[in-house]
């Protein structure tokens, strides 16, 4: 998904971006809200585990914690929240 910053600028999500993004703006259902709750307890090997089901939504777990998910998060709005609702607004 992409979406566009006040200054035009175009800023690429995945779908496991979104998936992340929505569960900590607390938008996700109950079963995202549990696996993404469960990919931040798990060890390395039980997060390869999970990964070989949930690609995805590991990979927006990960972009979050050590990527650049949140530094271009910050380039809609200064606070995460804030941000996070006008990328999922307009990704509508």
């Not at 200054?7 to 999500?13: A, D, L, Y």
């Not at 929505?22 to 996700?28: D, G, L, R, T």
């Not at 798990?42 to 039980?46: F, K, R, S």
């Given at each position: 998904m992409k979406a566009k910053?006040?200054?035009?600028?175009?800023?690429?999500?995945?779908?496991g971006e979104i998936d992340y993004l929505?569960?900590?703006?607390?938008?996700?259902g109950g079963f995202f809200t549990l696996l993404f709750t469960l990919i931040g307890k798990?060890?390395?090997?039980?997060l390869e585990r999970i990964h070989r089901g949930f690609p995805e939504q590991v990979q927006g777990f990960v972009a979050?914690?050590?990527g650049d998910l949140a530094?271009?998060?910050r380039k809609f709005h200064d606070?995460?929240?804030a941000a996070i609702n006008i990328i999922l607004h307009e990704g509508e």
């Open positions: 910053t006040f200054s035009g600028e175009e800023v690429e999500f995945t779908r929505k569960f900590q703006n607390h938008a996700s798990a060890d390395l090997d039980n979050w914690a050590d530094e271009r998060v606070d995460d929240y």
